[in-house]
């Protein structure tokens, strides 16, 4: 069924057919910027999926990295903690060394209060 429009000056693009080879040429023309246009989709697509694949390896590395970080001072302050272990240790040594001194201490102290009530 062919439509017929008076004014054709209401279309954009008017393409006759007619029995001249020139529809066949448009249509090759055609299909070969469809074509082109799907070659390029396509490069486009690859050149996309490399660069994915690309990025997902970096960020990869950069967990990896994080992960190593966050480890490396769990060590460093296992080490600070076990120095602050080894000066406890050193303290209640100390401590305890200091004790009997004390207790020498208290003893005079409660010897000098008998003094003081017998007089």
């Keep these: 069924m062919l439509l017929v429009k008076r004014d054709l ?3 954009y693009l008017c393409v006759v057919i007619g029995p001249t080879p020139k529809f066949s040429t448009m ?3 055609c299909s070969f910027r469809i074509t ?3 070659e390029d ?4 697509i690859n050149s996309l999926s490399q660069r994915l694949v690309k990025l997902e390896q970096r960020q990869e590395s950069f967990e990896m990295q994080l992960r190593q970080q966050q480890q490396e001072p ?3 302050e296992i080490a600070r ?3 602050v272990e080894q000066l406890l240790r050193e303290c209640q040594e100390l401590l305890e060394s200091s004790s009997p001194n004390n ?3 208290e003893n005079w102290l409660d010897q000098d ?3 003081d009530v017998a007089a």
């Design 27 to 29: 249509s090759s023309s």
């Design 103 to 105: 207790e020498f201490e």
């Design 41 to 44: 989709l396509a490069q486009t």
């Design 36 to 38: 082109r246009t799907a």
């Design 9 to 11: 000056s209401l279309f």
């Design 81 to 83: 903690l076990d120095g």
């Design 113 to 115: 209060e008998h003094v």
């Design 74 to 76: 769990a060590a460093e």
